[in-house]
């Protein structure tokens, strides 16, 4: 069994059907010199299909 990696756990998640997500980056802070659509964009979740089965033995 391998070891859960923490940096890894905590940035994505895997959902009921299995697949892999991530949040968007830059996010954390400095959000008032973007734009509404770059908001409104990176609101979403991000999927991640290179690797996503490899990722999903450590969580």
């Known amino acids: 069994m391998a070891k859960t990696r ?3 756990r905590d940035r994505i998640r895997v959902t009921k059907r299995g697949k892999v997500v ?3 980056m830059a996010l954390g802070h400095s959000r008032g ?3 509404s659509k770059q908001m409104r964009r ?5 999927g991640l299909d ?4 490899m990722i999903r ?3």
Do not use: I
């Open 33 to 35: 010199n973007k734009s």
């Open 57 to 59: 033995k450590y969580l």
């Open 22 to 24: 991530r949040r968007a």
């Open 50 to 53: 290179d690797g996503a089965k």
């Open 6 to 8: 923490k940096s890894v």
């Open 42 to 46: 990176k609101s979403l979740s991000r």
